[in-house]
């Protein structure tokens, strides 16, 4: 595949993976994982607890959380390199950062309810049965969480890409 054949596959993927399944994080690591390989089903697995910005609470988003993994995975430090002499976390930072500011540039934040609040008009408490509901009825799933995740994938990957890491 192509260039552009990827980023749209990865993205499709990890919009329609949330509409299936929601959790957010998992959705963008499973659409890498899909698409690239090189993901571990222990990598897919960690991301679980991250959905909703991280156990439901509305903080950073999981998408965003699931990109960083996908980063990380791919330029991160092994655990026999812990002491890290090449400072390879730091170019993981860096990449790390600007997926970031993808996100502030795009949404103005990355803390999950002050996206819902941009894309929804609103926060939702996802602990709460009512709300979770009324989650569902404003497109939660339908289409507005699954963009969030769709973008995170496919930019997760064009920073890959731009970095010579795939």
């Known amino acids: 595949m192509q260039r552009q054949e990827i980023l749209e596959e990865v993205e499709k993927l990890a919009y329609k993976y949330e509409q299936l399944y929601g959790g957010c994080s ?30 439901l609470t509305g903080n950073t988003c999981g998408a965003l959380t699931g990109g960083v993994m996908v980063l990380s995975v791919f330029l991160g430090r092994d655990y026999d390199n812990f002491a890290d002499p090449e400072r390879i976390r730091f170019e993981t930072f860096r990449l790390a950062k600007e997926l970031v500011e993808r996100y502030e540039k795009e949404y103005g934040t990355v803390v999950c309810d002050e996206i819902k609040e941009k894309i929804m008009g609103r926060t939702y408490d996802l602990w709460d049965e009512k709300e979770y509901q009324e989650f569902l009825a404003a497109g939660g799933h339908d289409d507005k969480c699954p963009s969030v995740c769709g973008k995170a994938a496919r930019w997760a990957v064009e920073i890959l890409m731009d970095a010579h890491l795939i």
């Open 26 to 55: 998992q959705c963008v690591v499973g659409a890498v994982k899909e698409v690239l390989g090189g993901i571990s089903d222990d990598v897919f697995k960690s991301a679980t607890g991250l959905a909703g910005g991280v156990g």
